[in-house]
């Protein structure tokens, strides 16, 4: 199963060897709407001094107005972003605890079943180790008798002749 890349997926690690602009990019990223309110009261300055050098201090008032309420929307945003991006991180995390705890149940049952395995192959090397020298007992117990009756052949004979 293949996952979507996502701008949350660079670590803290990381974020510390990344240069300046790769991390400006990276938190851009992680919150949209805080570059875009920068640049919003970044203008709403630019066009109310503008309006200020011009003479225009009614239209300047206006943007000093946009300004401040672009301000109160970037900080909301940023606010805002900085919950939502905790919480996903310690959903992560969550999850992440959950994974590691499912693969440590894993990682028990196949050493179970391996140490399992091992009594088994103990067990059998014992019956099969057990059974060779019952064979070998037998073996010696034929080879007896078989040397009894041909010393009773023997006598058989021995005394037939």
């Excluded at 690690?13 to 990019?25: H, S, Y």
């Excluded at 851009?28 to 309006?51: D, R």
Aim: glycine share 4%; with cysteine.
């Amino acid at each position: 199963m293949s996952r979507m890349p996502s701008s949350f997926d660079v670590k803290d690690a990381d974020l510390t060897e990344m240069p300046f602009g790769e991390r400006i990019v990276y938190h851009c990223k992680q919150q949209p709407l805080v570059p875009v309110g920068c640049l919003l009261t970044t203008a709403a300055v630019v066009l109310a001094v503008k309006n200020v050098r011009s003479g225009n201090k009614a239209k300047a008032q206006i943007y000093f107005r946009w300004r401040v309420g672009f301000q109160a929307a970037t900080l909301v945003a940023l606010v805002a972003g900085s919950y939502l991006y905790g919480t996903s991180v310690k959903e992560k995390q969550a999850k992440e605890d959950q994974m590691r705890e499912k693969a440590k149940k894993r990682e028990q049952l196949w050493i179970q079943e391996l140490e399992r395995r091992d009594q088994e192959t103990k067990y059998r090397k014992k019956r099969a180790e057990m059974a060779r020298v019952r064979t070998k007992n037998d073996e010696e117990a034929v080879a007896r008798l078989q040397k009894e009756l041909k010393e009773l052949e023997f006598q058989i004979r021995g005394e037939t002749d």
